[in-house]
């Protein structure tokens, strides 16, 4: 018997599959590419001829998409990112006292102590601070993401280029290349660019303590590893699964859930074939005039959402 965790963010979706033990059996990386509902489908196409709906006995959800995604599959537990890195990190070891975590669009610090999340904050604004901000670098160098770790390791040198913004750095990575600089240190230099960013600003005035999980994509950077031990003075650890670890909190939450209620609310597989469609109108209810989203399966409404008040959220979906 499995769970699934999906993880819908904005730049990648990712779903996962345990067992019973919480043990990995399969995962997907998918970009969500602006359409969630597609990626979900199109992740769910793939799993679809590997296992059957009776085999499922729990579904979780979280990132920015998550409640869309509950919608969609039948979610048994709709969490946030916080929660579902933080369950996750702590199944692999409960003496983590802090994660770094940092994606293709935002990044988040989650501190805890003895178990229980104490503080956390997330990017809201600034683009150097994120994936995304190393991609953009990594294709005006004309290198693939996937090597700047192995760049960045080969510097002897600490060249400083500008971090506190995307635009001011690519403008002094450029003034660095003119100047004569390899690729091997300037790639080192955005690496510390973007942890001295991500400590100024998501992680500032926090309490960071080891035992240190660093998760999200970005982690597979090395680069970005030696970056953080530098830069805090403490060995940084990554774990395995260390790029779908909201999706593995979600799984997890999902099994929590169904133990205690005894069933699913999984839908089936069947939805990668499934005709999904999202119409919206404004409440007049009150001045805030929210623009409310209907979630449709087949003509038939499956869930609201975007309503500030919950007048509409709160509405019971026709099943």
């Known amino acids: 018997m499995y769970y699934i965790g999906v993880d819908v963010g904005s730049v990648s ?8 033990n919480i043990n990995v059996v399969d995962k997907l990386y998918l970009r969500t590419m602006g359409k969630p509902i597609k990626a979900i489908q199109e992740g769910f196409g793939m799993l679809k001829d590997k296992y059957n709906d009776k ?18 599959i039948g979610g048994d537990a709709v ?3 916080i929660t579902a890195h933080a369950v996750a990190a702590l199944h ?10 940092i994606g293709g669009q935002d990044s988040k610090i989650i ?15 600034c683009a ?8 953009r670098q990594a294709e005006r160098l004309g290198i693939a993401i996937e090597k700047f770790g192995d760049y960045a390791l080969k510097s002897e040198m600490h060249l400083r280029i500008a971090g506190r913004c995307a635009v001011f750095a690519e ?16 790639i080192r230099g955005l690496c510390d660019a973007l942890v001295r960013n991500y400590l100024s600003n998501v992680a500032k005035g926090k309490d960071i303590q080891s035992k240190i999980f660093f998760q999200g994509g970005v982690a597979a950077n090395k680069g970005m590893k030696r970056a953080f031990e530098e830069n805090l003075g403490v060995s940084v650890e990554i774990p395995q699964n260390y790029n779908v670890m909201g999706a593995i909190g979600a799984a997890m939450l999902a099994k929590e859930a169904t133990d205690i209620r005894g069933k699913t609310n999984f839908k089936g597989f069947s939805i990668a074939d499934r005709e999904f469609e999202t119409k919206s109108f404004e409440c007049s209810g009150c001045s805030n005039r929210c623009e409310v989203a209907e979630i449709m399966d087949n003509s038939k409404l499956i869930g609201t959402l975007g309503d500030r008040c919950g007048k509409w959220g709160n509405r019971e979906a026709v099943s």
């Open 55 to 72: 085999e499922i006995k729990g579904v979780g959800t979280t990132g920015s998409g998550r409640t869309i995604s509950s919608y969609i």
């Open 13 to 20: 979706t990712d779903i996962v599959i345990v067992d019973e």
């Open 79 to 81: 969490k946030n990112e």
């Open 128 to 135: 150097a601070g994120t994936g995304s901000f190393l991609d």
């Open 111 to 125: 501190l805890l102590r003895e178990g229980i999340v104490t503080d956390f904050a997330m990017n809201t604004v």
């Open 171 to 186: 403008s002094d990575m450029i003034h660095k290349q003119q100047m004569g600089y390899n690729d091997c240190d300037i």
């Open 92 to 101: 692999l070891d409960k003496d983590i006292r802090t994660i770094i975590e």
